[in-house]
């Protein structure tokens, strides 16, 4: 099937709707910020290993999380108690963390430099932030990433280098998703973990209508938290 290339002299996509069976929308272009945005706007993101040109997927179907499905059970609730947490505080490890922990039936990483560049820009924008998994307050040992599109968080990676530092960072989020007014989590491929904390596969139709209604929408609030409090 023929995929369209993106031209690094503009910004535009074609249809997500267009996707291939696979779900890749194009390739090429760059990871100009700009260009970034753009994608998530329209229900699209980057997804290639480094001796692949970049490709746009917009998959079918979509996961999402809707913030009253995730499931937090007993011992996660538990497990949060040993951790310390905060927000946008140590963004580009994050990052870097999430490149670089291994994870099983994975080879290598998607994240590569320039990514990391794009979304340092985009984190400095206030665009894409990050929640961190404190042990003793000061040794980050877990944490995720993502940028938000209007009234969605768009996860990106999670690692973990204690056991539920990266579902008690999640939970974090969640709980103040909730109290900010977001809309919902675009987990967007679908994962047996994920799934497991209340992630839900969706039609992709449905998740761009969703994503349409709420991505224009802004929400004022303060992303540099600190938190020890667990109910």
């Not at 539920?164 to 103040?176: E, Q, V």
């Not at 973990?193 to 998740?207: I, N, P, Q, T």
């Amino acid at each position: 099937m023929y995929l369209p290339q993106l031209s690094k002299h503009s910004l535009t996509f074609p249809d997500p709707r267009d996707a291939n069976e696979d779900g890749i929308v194009a390739w090429g272009g760059d990871l100009n910020p700009s260009r970034l945005i753009r994608a998530y706007q329209n229900g699209i993101f980057p997804w290639y290993s480094n001796q692949d040109p970049i490709l746009w997927w917009s998959t079918d179907p979509r996961l999402i999380m809707e913030l009253n499905d995730f499931k937090l059970s007993r011992s996660l609730r538990k497990s949060m108690k040993k951790f310390t947490y905060k927000f946008d505080t140590n963004f580009k490890e994050v990052m870097q963390k999430c490149a670089t922990t291994k994870r099983e039936g994975q080879n290598g990483s998607w994240i590569n430099n320039e990514l990391i560049e794009s979304f340092e820009i985009l984190h400095g924008m206030g665009i894409a932030h990050s929640v961190e998994s404190y042990n003793n307050d000061r040794i980050l040992v877990g944490g995720l990433y993502g940028l938000v599109i209007g009234k969605v968080f768009c996860g990106e990676s999670m690692f973990a280098h204690m056991s539920d530092a990266s579902k008690a960072a999640y939970a974090i989020l969640i709980r103040h998703l909730k109290e900010w007014g977001y809309d919902f989590v675009d987990c967007q491929v679908p994962t047996e973990h994920l799934k497991s904390l209340g992630a839900k596969e969706v039609a992709r139709e449905y998740f761009l209508m969703r994503l349409e209604k709420v991505n224009t929408d802004s929400l004022n609030h303060d992303w540099t938290i600190n938190t020890k409090l667990i109910d």
